[in-house]
Protein backbone atom coordinates (compact mmCIF):
# COMPACT_ATOMS: atom_id res chain seq x y z
CA UNK A 1 0.00 0.00 0.00
CA UNK A 2 2.83 2.24 0.73
CA UNK A 3 6.01 1.69 -1.34
CA UNK A 4 9.60 4.01 -0.77
CA UNK A 5 11.38 4.44 -3.68
CA UNK A 6 15.42 5.55 -2.61
CA UNK A 7 14.02 8.82 -0.65
CA UNK A 8 16.64 11.38 -0.84
CA UNK A 9 16.64 15.13 0.87
CA UNK A 10 19.24 17.62 0.86
CA UNK A 11 18.89 20.70 2.92
CA UNK A 12 22.08 22.45 1.22
CA UNK A 13 25.22 20.67 2.45
CA UNK A 14 23.22 18.17 4.66
CA UNK A 15 22.14 14.94 3.60
CA UNK A 16 18.95 14.28 6.00
CA UNK A 17 17.91 11.59 4.05
CA UNK A 18 20.18 9.59 1.70
CA UNK A 19 18.41 6.72 -0.12
CA UNK A 20 15.31 5.02 2.10
CA UNK A 21 13.59 2.28 0.37
CA UNK A 22 11.14 0.11 2.08
CA UNK A 23 7.41 -1.13 1.58
CA UNK A 24 4.53 -1.54 3.83
CA UNK A 25 1.72 -4.07 3.34
CA UNK A 26 -1.88 -3.96 4.76
CA UNK A 27 -2.20 -5.16 8.40
CA UNK A 28 1.63 -3.94 8.72
CA UNK A 29 2.86 -1.64 11.31
CA UNK A 30 6.33 -0.44 10.67
CA UNK A 31 8.41 0.74 13.87
CA UNK A 32 10.60 3.84 12.47
CA UNK A 33 13.66 4.10 14.54
CA UNK A 34 16.48 6.18 14.65
CA UNK A 35 18.98 8.59 17.01
CA UNK A 36 17.87 12.11 17.20
CA UNK A 37 18.39 13.85 13.68
CA UNK A 38 18.86 10.28 12.25
CA UNK A 39 16.15 11.82 9.48
CA UNK A 40 12.84 9.70 10.62
CA UNK A 41 10.67 13.35 10.39
CA UNK A 42 12.26 14.49 6.96
CA UNK A 43 11.10 10.73 5.20
CA UNK A 44 7.73 10.73 6.61
CA UNK A 45 7.56 14.85 5.50
CA UNK A 46 8.16 13.52 1.94
CA UNK A 47 5.84 10.76 2.07
CA UNK A 48 3.37 13.07 3.23
CA UNK A 49 3.74 15.75 0.53
CA UNK A 50 4.96 18.19 2.72
CA UNK A 51 8.71 18.67 1.59
CA UNK A 52 9.70 17.75 -1.67
CA UNK A 53 12.18 14.87 -2.22
CA UNK A 54 15.18 15.87 -3.74
CA UNK A 55 15.48 12.16 -5.25
CA UNK A 56 13.34 9.54 -5.63
CA UNK A 57 9.96 9.14 -4.58
CA UNK A 58 6.99 7.84 -2.68
CA UNK A 59 4.10 5.41 -4.20
CA UNK A 60 0.54 5.37 -1.87
CA UNK A 61 -2.14 3.66 -2.81
CA UNK A 62 -0.54 3.53 -6.12
CA UNK A 63 -0.16 7.44 -6.33
CA UNK A 64 3.27 8.91 -6.93
CA UNK A 65 3.87 12.06 -4.28
CA UNK A 66 5.21 13.85 -6.92
CA UNK A 67 3.04 13.60 -10.01
CA UNK A 68 -0.29 12.93 -8.32
CA UNK A 69 0.51 14.97 -4.52
CA UNK A 70 -3.75 15.66 -3.83
CA UNK A 71 -4.84 11.97 -4.84
CA UNK A 72 -1.60 10.42 -2.64
CA UNK A 73 -2.72 12.89 0.41
CA UNK A 74 -6.37 11.79 -0.20
CA UNK A 75 -4.69 8.11 1.12
CA UNK A 76 -2.70 9.49 3.87
CA UNK A 77 -3.65 10.27 8.07
CA UNK A 78 -0.62 12.20 9.44
CA UNK A 79 -0.06 12.58 13.16
CA UNK A 80 3.10 15.51 12.82
CA UNK A 81 5.39 15.64 15.10
CA UNK A 82 4.36 17.51 18.44
CA UNK A 83 1.05 17.89 17.03
CA UNK A 84 0.69 20.98 15.52
CA UNK A 85 -2.96 22.19 15.92
CA UNK A 86 -4.52 25.87 15.48
CA UNK A 87 -4.78 26.98 19.24
CA UNK A 88 -7.50 29.33 18.92
CA UNK A 89 -10.20 26.97 17.55
CA UNK A 90 -12.20 24.35 19.83
CA UNK A 91 -11.99 21.06 19.44
CA UNK A 92 -15.21 20.57 17.44
CA UNK A 93 -14.45 23.44 14.92
CA UNK A 94 -10.92 22.20 14.42
CA UNK A 95 -12.61 18.75 13.82
CA UNK A 96 -15.11 19.98 11.47
CA UNK A 97 -12.75 21.64 8.96
CA UNK A 98 -10.70 18.75 8.74
CA UNK A 99 -13.73 16.75 7.50
CA UNK A 100 -14.44 19.88 5.08
CA UNK A 101 -11.07 19.58 3.80
CA UNK A 102 -11.34 15.84 3.65
CA UNK A 103 -14.62 17.00 1.42
CA UNK A 104 -17.07 15.45 3.56
CA UNK A 105 -20.96 17.43 3.94
CA UNK A 106 -23.69 17.87 6.01
CA UNK A 107 -24.45 14.28 7.90
CA UNK A 108 -21.74 12.50 6.37
CA UNK A 109 -19.63 15.37 7.80
CA UNK A 110 -21.31 15.30 11.09
CA UNK A 111 -21.44 11.35 10.94
CA UNK A 112 -17.12 11.34 10.78
CA UNK A 113 -16.41 14.22 13.29
CA UNK A 114 -18.59 12.30 16.01
CA UNK A 115 -17.14 9.00 15.13
CA UNK A 116 -13.53 10.04 15.14
CA UNK A 117 -14.35 11.75 18.75
CA UNK A 118 -15.57 8.70 20.08
CA UNK A 119 -12.63 6.76 18.77
CA UNK A 120 -10.08 8.82 20.39
CA UNK A 121 -12.16 9.36 23.84
CA UNK A 122 -12.11 13.22 23.41
CA UNK A 123 -16.04 13.78 24.20
CA UNK A 124 -15.29 15.94 27.22
CA UNK A 125 -13.46 18.44 25.67
CA UNK A 126 -14.89 19.24 22.50
CA UNK A 127 -16.01 22.28 23.38
CA UNK A 128 -12.25 23.61 24.43
CA UNK A 129 -10.28 25.53 22.71
CA UNK A 130 -7.17 23.45 21.20
CA UNK A 131 -4.29 25.80 22.56
CA UNK A 132 -5.45 25.16 26.76
CA UNK A 133 -5.66 21.22 26.29
CA UNK A 134 -2.74 19.21 27.95
CA UNK A 135 -0.47 17.43 25.51
CA UNK A 136 -1.91 14.55 25.62
CA UNK A 137 -5.48 15.71 24.62
CA UNK A 138 -3.96 17.92 22.20
CA UNK A 139 -2.29 14.73 20.92
CA UNK A 140 -5.60 12.72 20.42
CA UNK A 141 -7.07 15.73 19.30
CA UNK A 142 -4.79 15.67 16.19
CA UNK A 143 -4.71 12.06 15.82
CA UNK A 144 -8.58 11.87 15.73
CA UNK A 145 -7.67 14.50 12.81
CA UNK A 146 -5.62 12.19 11.20
CA UNK A 147 -8.03 8.34 11.15
CA UNK A 148 -11.41 11.21 10.93
CA UNK A 149 -11.48 9.89 6.63
CA UNK A 150 -10.73 6.59 7.84
CA UNK A 151 -7.53 6.36 5.94
CA UNK A 152 -5.76 3.35 4.29
CA UNK A 153 -2.40 4.39 5.10
CA UNK A 154 -1.76 6.55 9.00
CA UNK A 155 2.02 8.19 9.55
CA UNK A 156 2.23 8.89 13.10
CA UNK A 157 5.55 10.97 14.31
CA UNK A 158 6.06 10.29 17.93
CA UNK A 159 2.28 9.82 18.76
CA UNK A 160 3.05 8.68 22.10
CA UNK A 161 5.83 11.66 22.61
CA UNK A 162 6.07 12.92 26.20
CA UNK A 163 2.15 11.28 27.42
CA UNK A 164 1.94 9.65 30.55
CA UNK A 165 1.62 5.64 30.82
CA UNK A 166 -2.11 5.45 30.78
CA UNK A 167 -2.31 8.07 27.68
CA UNK A 168 0.89 5.72 26.00
CA UNK A 169 -1.24 2.72 26.72
CA UNK A 170 -4.36 4.03 25.22
CA UNK A 171 -2.43 5.60 21.88
CA UNK A 172 -1.11 2.16 21.52
CA UNK A 173 -4.48 0.47 21.67
CA UNK A 174 -5.72 2.15 19.39
CA UNK A 175 -2.97 2.20 16.86
CA UNK A 176 -3.30 -1.96 17.48
CA UNK A 177 -7.31 -1.67 16.73
CA UNK A 178 -6.70 -0.20 13.95
CA UNK A 179 -3.68 -2.26 12.74
CA UNK A 180 -5.84 -4.67 10.34
CA UNK A 181 -6.87 -2.66 8.03
CA UNK A 182 -4.14 -0.25 7.44
CA UNK A 183 -0.18 0.65 7.01
CA UNK A 184 0.99 2.18 9.47
CA UNK A 185 4.26 4.05 10.04
CA UNK A 186 4.90 4.88 13.49
CA UNK A 187 7.96 7.17 14.64
CA UNK A 188 9.17 6.53 18.37
CA UNK A 189 12.40 6.40 20.67
CA UNK A 190 10.77 3.53 23.02
CA UNK A 191 12.15 0.48 22.15
CA UNK A 192 9.28 -1.47 24.32
CA UNK A 193 6.85 0.32 22.20
CA UNK A 194 8.00 -2.07 19.02
CA UNK A 195 7.52 -4.65 20.94
CA UNK A 196 4.03 -3.59 21.93
CA UNK A 197 2.70 -2.54 18.99
CA UNK A 198 4.96 -2.66 15.38
CA UNK A 199 5.52 -6.20 13.45
CA UNK A 200 8.26 -4.85 11.75
CA UNK A 201 10.83 -2.18 12.22
CA UNK A 202 13.53 -0.27 10.63
CA UNK A 203 15.85 1.37 12.05
CA UNK A 204 18.06 4.38 10.06
CA UNK A 205 20.89 6.38 11.18
CA UNK A 206 22.33 9.29 9.34
CA UNK A 207 19.63 8.92 6.65
CA UNK A 208 20.01 5.09 5.81
CA UNK A 209 18.52 1.97 6.77
CA UNK A 210 20.47 0.03 8.92
CA UNK A 211 18.57 -2.48 9.44
CA UNK A 212 14.57 -3.75 8.68
CA UNK A 213 13.12 -6.82 9.60
CA UNK A 214 10.39 -7.84 12.83
CA UNK A 215 11.22 -7.41 16.34
CA UNK A 216 12.65 -10.94 16.56
CA UNK A 217 14.49 -10.90 13.90
CA UNK A 218 16.30 -7.42 15.11
CA UNK A 219 16.66 -8.79 18.62
CA UNK A 220 18.31 -11.96 17.31
CA UNK A 221 21.18 -9.26 16.02
CA UNK A 222 22.50 -9.33 19.37
CA UNK A 223 23.76 -11.48 21.72
CA UNK A 224 21.99 -10.28 25.01
CA UNK A 225 18.85 -10.19 23.21
CA UNK A 226 17.53 -6.84 23.94
CA UNK A 227 16.30 -4.03 21.61
CA UNK A 228 18.06 -1.61 23.22
CA UNK A 229 21.82 -3.51 22.63
CA UNK A 230 20.96 -3.93 19.29
CA UNK A 231 19.46 -0.05 18.99
CA UNK A 232 22.82 0.70 20.29
CA UNK A 233 24.50 -1.32 18.49
CA UNK A 234 23.72 -0.05 15.10
CA UNK A 235 23.22 3.66 15.69
CA UNK A 236 26.59 4.13 18.08
CA UNK A 237 29.24 5.91 15.58
CA UNK A 238 32.92 3.96 16.50
CA UNK A 239 34.08 7.13 17.98
CA UNK A 240 31.47 7.62 20.78
CA UNK A 241 31.12 3.59 21.99
CA UNK B 1 -15.35 22.26 -7.70
CA UNK B 2 -13.23 20.45 -5.55
CA UNK B 3 -11.03 23.39 -5.77
CA UNK B 4 -13.25 26.17 -4.97
CA UNK B 5 -14.64 24.31 -1.65
CA UNK B 6 -11.06 23.58 -0.73
CA UNK B 7 -10.34 27.64 -1.10
CA UNK B 8 -13.81 27.85 0.58
CA UNK B 9 -12.73 25.67 3.32
CA UNK B 10 -9.80 27.42 4.20
CA UNK B 11 -11.55 30.72 3.91
CA UNK B 12 -13.81 29.97 6.54
CA UNK B 13 -11.80 29.18 9.01
CA UNK B 14 -9.64 31.91 8.85
CA UNK B 15 -12.39 34.75 9.12
CA UNK B 16 -13.78 32.28 11.83
CA UNK B 17 -10.22 33.20 13.44
CA UNK B 18 -10.58 36.23 13.18
CA UNK B 19 -13.54 36.59 15.35
CA UNK B 20 -13.14 34.07 17.58
CA UNK B 21 -9.92 36.20 19.25
CA UNK B 22 -10.38 39.66 20.01
CA UNK B 23 -8.58 40.99 16.97
CA UNK B 24 -11.67 41.45 15.08
CA UNK B 25 -13.23 43.26 16.93
CA UNK B 26 -10.07 45.50 18.05
CA UNK B 27 -9.39 45.64 14.49
CA UNK B 28 -12.69 46.99 13.48
CA UNK B 29 -13.19 49.75 16.18
CA UNK B 30 -9.35 50.46 15.54
CA UNK B 31 -10.66 51.53 11.94
CA UNK B 32 -13.31 52.77 12.55
CA UNK B 33 -12.11 55.29 14.96
CA UNK B 34 -9.18 55.81 13.21
CA UNK B 35 -11.16 56.88 9.56
CA UNK B 36 -13.88 58.60 12.55
CA UNK B 37 -11.14 60.84 13.60
CA UNK B 38 -9.34 61.61 10.52
CA UNK B 39 -12.67 62.49 8.31
CA UNK B 40 -14.32 64.45 10.89
CA UNK B 41 -11.30 65.91 13.23
CA UNK B 42 -8.23 66.41 10.81
CA UNK B 43 -10.44 66.85 7.62
CA UNK B 44 -13.55 68.46 9.15
CA UNK B 45 -15.87 66.73 6.20
CA UNK B 46 -18.93 68.69 7.32
CA UNK B 47 -17.41 71.96 7.95
CA UNK B 48 -16.49 71.55 4.29
CA UNK B 49 -20.09 72.59 3.20
CA UNK B 50 -19.57 69.77 0.36
CA UNK B 51 -21.57 67.06 0.34
CA UNK B 52 -19.21 64.39 -0.66
CA UNK B 53 -16.60 61.45 0.61
CA UNK B 54 -13.97 62.92 -0.63
CA UNK B 55 -12.02 63.98 2.78
CA UNK B 56 -13.09 60.51 3.60
CA UNK B 57 -11.31 58.10 0.89
CA UNK B 58 -8.55 60.25 1.16
CA UNK B 59 -7.27 58.90 4.67
CA UNK B 60 -8.11 54.97 3.20
CA UNK B 61 -4.42 54.13 1.78
CA UNK B 62 -3.14 55.75 5.08
CA UNK B 63 -5.23 53.81 7.42
CA UNK B 64 -4.78 50.38 5.33
CA UNK B 65 -1.02 51.28 5.61
CA UNK B 66 -1.11 50.69 9.31
CA UNK B 67 -4.01 48.41 9.92
CA UNK B 68 -4.08 46.09 6.94
CA UNK B 69 -0.31 44.60 8.20
CA UNK B 70 -2.08 43.64 11.30
CA UNK B 71 -4.52 41.58 9.88
CA UNK B 72 -2.58 39.70 7.69
CA UNK B 73 0.75 39.26 9.45
CA UNK B 74 -0.10 36.08 11.17
CA UNK B 75 -1.89 34.48 7.82
CA UNK B 76 1.49 32.62 7.07
CA UNK B 77 4.03 33.60 9.75
CA UNK B 78 1.16 32.68 12.84
CA UNK B 79 1.19 28.84 10.28
CA UNK B 80 4.85 28.31 10.32
CA UNK B 81 5.41 29.32 14.13
CA UNK B 82 3.13 27.47 15.08
CA UNK B 83 4.00 24.29 12.63
CA UNK B 84 0.33 23.85 11.43
CA UNK B 85 1.38 24.85 8.14
CA UNK B 86 2.40 20.88 8.22
CA UNK B 87 -0.98 20.24 8.91
CA UNK B 88 -2.66 22.20 6.18
CA UNK B 89 -0.46 21.35 3.08
CA UNK B 90 -0.25 17.60 4.19
CA UNK B 91 -4.60 17.37 3.52
CA UNK B 92 -5.83 17.75 -0.07
CA UNK B 93 -5.32 21.00 -0.65
CA UNK B 94 -3.03 22.61 -3.06
CA UNK B 95 -0.70 25.32 -2.26
CA UNK B 96 -2.68 27.74 -4.44
CA UNK B 97 -5.62 27.40 -2.82
CA UNK B 98 -4.42 27.43 1.18
CA UNK B 99 -3.46 30.88 -0.33
CA UNK B 100 -6.24 31.96 -2.10
CA UNK B 101 -8.21 31.07 0.64
CA UNK B 102 -6.46 32.97 3.04
CA UNK B 103 -6.10 35.78 1.01
CA UNK B 104 -9.76 36.13 0.12
CA UNK B 105 -10.87 35.81 3.87
CA UNK B 106 -8.04 38.68 4.80
CA UNK B 107 -9.54 40.98 1.83
CA UNK B 108 -13.32 39.59 2.82
CA UNK B 109 -12.56 40.60 6.64
CA UNK B 110 -11.31 44.29 5.66
CA UNK B 111 -14.30 45.04 3.06
CA UNK B 112 -16.55 43.99 6.13
CA UNK B 113 -14.87 46.72 8.21
CA UNK B 114 -15.02 48.71 5.16
CA UNK B 115 -18.51 48.41 4.91
CA UNK B 116 -19.12 48.99 8.66
CA UNK B 117 -18.72 52.99 7.58
CA UNK B 118 -22.52 52.70 5.92
CA UNK B 119 -23.71 55.55 8.04
CA UNK B 120 -21.70 57.63 7.11
CA UNK B 121 -22.64 57.79 3.49
CA UNK B 122 -25.98 57.46 5.31
CA UNK B 123 -26.08 60.90 6.93
CA UNK B 124 -24.56 62.28 3.96
CA UNK B 125 -27.52 61.65 2.07
CA UNK B 126 -29.72 62.77 5.06
CA UNK B 127 -28.81 66.03 5.33
CA UNK B 128 -27.93 66.43 1.55
CA UNK B 129 -27.93 65.30 -2.11
CA UNK B 130 -24.33 63.59 -2.67
CA UNK B 131 -23.86 62.21 -5.87
CA UNK B 132 -23.74 58.45 -4.85
CA UNK B 133 -22.36 57.03 -8.06
CA UNK B 134 -18.79 58.80 -7.47
CA UNK B 135 -19.46 57.65 -3.50
CA UNK B 136 -20.03 54.16 -4.56
CA UNK B 137 -16.90 54.45 -7.33
CA UNK B 138 -15.22 55.30 -3.88
CA UNK B 139 -15.62 52.53 -1.73
CA UNK B 140 -15.25 50.28 -4.78
CA UNK B 141 -11.58 51.78 -4.89
CA UNK B 142 -11.15 51.67 -2.01
CA UNK B 143 -11.89 47.78 -1.76
CA UNK B 144 -9.67 47.79 -4.29
CA UNK B 145 -6.98 49.36 -2.31
CA UNK B 146 -7.77 47.28 0.10
CA UNK B 147 -7.22 43.99 -2.00
CA UNK B 148 -3.46 45.16 -3.22
CA UNK B 149 -2.10 46.22 0.61
CA UNK B 150 -3.38 42.55 1.63
CA UNK B 151 -2.00 40.92 -1.19
CA UNK B 152 1.51 42.54 -0.23
CA UNK B 153 0.87 42.05 4.00
CA UNK B 154 -0.04 38.01 2.33
CA UNK B 155 3.61 38.00 1.03
CA UNK B 156 5.62 39.68 4.14
CA UNK B 157 3.79 36.59 6.25
CA UNK B 158 5.26 34.30 3.50
CA UNK B 159 8.88 35.63 4.34
CA UNK B 160 9.22 35.65 7.91
CA UNK B 161 7.82 33.20 11.37
CA UNK B 162 7.49 36.04 13.16
CA UNK B 163 4.65 38.37 13.00
CA UNK B 164 6.29 41.59 14.24
CA UNK B 165 8.85 41.61 11.19
CA UNK B 166 5.94 40.13 9.17
CA UNK B 167 4.15 43.49 10.08
CA UNK B 168 6.67 45.81 9.75
CA UNK B 169 7.90 44.55 6.39
CA UNK B 170 4.16 44.75 4.75
CA UNK B 171 4.13 48.27 6.31
CA UNK B 172 7.27 48.97 4.29
CA UNK B 173 6.08 47.86 1.07
CA UNK B 174 3.24 49.64 1.31
CA UNK B 175 4.69 52.62 2.04
CA UNK B 176 6.86 52.55 -0.57
CA UNK B 177 4.43 52.19 -3.08
CA UNK B 178 2.26 54.91 -1.56
CA UNK B 179 5.39 57.12 -1.18
CA UNK B 180 6.18 56.51 -5.15
CA UNK B 181 3.34 58.41 -6.43
CA UNK B 182 2.13 60.35 -3.87
CA UNK B 183 2.18 64.13 -4.77
CA UNK B 184 3.84 65.97 -2.11
CA UNK B 185 6.68 63.22 -3.17
CA UNK B 186 6.51 63.48 -6.63
CA UNK B 187 6.77 66.82 -6.91
CA UNK B 188 10.15 67.11 -4.88
CA UNK B 189 12.02 64.50 -7.04
CA UNK B 190 10.66 66.14 -10.46
CA UNK B 191 12.89 69.28 -9.53
CA UNK B 192 16.01 66.69 -10.43
CA UNK B 193 14.52 63.64 -12.47
CA UNK B 194 13.33 63.67 -16.06
CA UNK B 195 9.52 64.04 -15.80
CA UNK B 196 8.76 60.31 -17.70
CA UNK B 197 10.84 59.09 -15.33
CA UNK B 198 8.59 60.15 -11.91
CA UNK B 199 6.02 59.59 -13.66
CA UNK B 200 7.04 55.88 -14.70
CA UNK B 201 7.33 55.41 -10.96
CA UNK B 202 4.09 56.67 -9.82
CA UNK B 203 2.26 54.61 -12.30
CA UNK B 204 3.63 51.51 -9.60
CA UNK B 205 2.44 53.28 -6.96
CA UNK B 206 -1.27 52.68 -5.27
CA UNK B 207 -1.75 56.47 -4.74
CA UNK B 208 -2.81 57.99 -8.61
CA UNK B 209 -4.67 54.42 -9.07
CA UNK B 210 -7.01 54.89 -6.23
CA UNK B 211 -6.97 59.22 -7.03
CA UNK B 212 -9.63 58.83 -9.89
CA UNK B 213 -11.41 56.36 -8.33
CA UNK B 214 -11.90 58.72 -5.56
CA UNK B 215 -13.39 61.44 -7.73
CA UNK B 216 -15.92 59.36 -9.62
CA UNK B 217 -13.89 57.42 -12.35
CA UNK B 218 -13.81 54.08 -12.70
CA UNK B 219 -11.12 53.45 -15.44
CA UNK B 220 -10.53 49.87 -16.52
CA UNK B 221 -6.82 50.75 -16.51
CA UNK B 222 -7.08 51.25 -12.69
CA UNK B 223 -9.05 48.41 -11.93
CA UNK B 224 -6.38 46.10 -14.17
CA UNK B 225 -3.33 47.94 -11.90
CA UNK B 226 -4.89 46.69 -8.84
CA UNK B 227 -5.60 43.17 -10.20
CA UNK B 228 -2.17 42.50 -11.22
CA UNK B 229 -0.56 43.75 -7.83
CA UNK B 230 -2.79 41.51 -6.47
CA UNK B 231 -2.15 38.36 -9.08
CA UNK B 232 1.83 39.33 -8.85
CA UNK B 233 2.12 39.19 -5.02
CA UNK B 234 -0.02 35.94 -4.63
CA UNK B 235 2.04 34.16 -7.64
CA UNK B 236 4.89 35.63 -5.33
CA UNK B 237 3.63 34.29 -2.33
CA UNK B 238 3.53 30.87 -3.98
CA UNK B 239 7.25 30.93 -4.90
CA UNK B 240 8.52 31.70 -1.41
CA UNK B 241 6.25 29.01 -0.25
CA UNK B 242 7.62 26.40 -1.46
CA UNK B 243 10.96 27.10 -0.90
CA UNK B 244 10.43 28.41 2.67
CA UNK B 245 8.14 25.99 3.66
CA UNK B 246 9.76 23.89 5.80
CA UNK B 247 12.70 26.41 7.32
N1 LIG C 1 14.37 22.57 7.31
C1 LIG C 1 15.58 22.08 7.55
N2 LIG C 1 16.68 22.75 7.19
C2 LIG C 1 17.90 22.27 7.41
N3 LIG C 1 18.14 21.09 7.98
C3 LIG C 1 17.11 20.35 8.38
C4 LIG C 1 15.76 20.80 8.18
N4 LIG C 1 14.93 19.84 8.65
C5 LIG C 1 15.71 18.87 9.13
N5 LIG C 1 17.02 19.15 8.96
C6 LIG C 1 18.15 18.30 9.34
O1 LIG C 1 17.92 17.01 8.82
C7 LIG C 1 18.38 16.02 9.74
C8 LIG C 1 17.26 15.03 10.01
O2 LIG C 1 16.26 15.65 10.79
P1 LIG C 1 14.92 14.92 11.22
O3 LIG C 1 14.04 15.94 11.84
O4 LIG C 1 14.38 14.17 10.07
O5 LIG C 1 15.43 13.92 12.31
P2 LIG C 1 14.59 12.91 13.21
O6 LIG C 1 15.07 11.54 12.88
O7 LIG C 1 13.15 13.16 13.07
O8 LIG C 1 15.09 13.30 14.65
P3 LIG C 1 14.30 13.30 16.05
O9 LIG C 1 14.38 11.92 16.57
O10 LIG C 1 15.11 14.22 16.90
O11 LIG C 1 12.92 13.77 15.80
C9 LIG C 1 18.87 16.78 10.97
O12 LIG C 1 20.26 16.87 10.87
C10 LIG C 1 18.25 18.13 10.82
O13 LIG C 1 19.06 19.13 11.41
MG1 LIG D 1 11.63 13.74 14.35
Known sequence: MLEVRNLQKHFGAIRAVAGVSFRVAQGEVLGFLGPNGAGKTTTMRMITGFLPPSGGTALVCGHDVREAPVEAKRCIGYLPENAPAYDSMTVLNFLRFAAEIRGFRGADLVGRVESAIEKCRIEEIRHQSIGTLSKGYRQRVVFAQAILHDPPVLIMDEPTDGLDPNQKHTVREMIKGMAAEKAIIVSTHILEEVDAVCSRAIIIRHGQIVANGTPQELKSQSRTGRLDDVFRKLTLDKEDS | ?247
Open chain 2, 1 to 247: MQAVRNCCAVLKRELKSYFESPVAYVFMVAFLVLTGFLTFSVSRLYERGIGDLQPFFFWHPWVYLLLVPAATMGLWAEERRAGTIELLLTMPVTMMQAILGKFFAAWLFIIISILLTFPLPLTLAYLGDPDMGVIFCGYFGSILLAGAAVSIGMLASCLTRSQVISFVLALLITLLLILAGWPPVTDLFVRWAPLWLVDAVASFSLMPHFESMQRGVIDLRDVAYYLSVMIFMIAAAQVVLDNRKSA
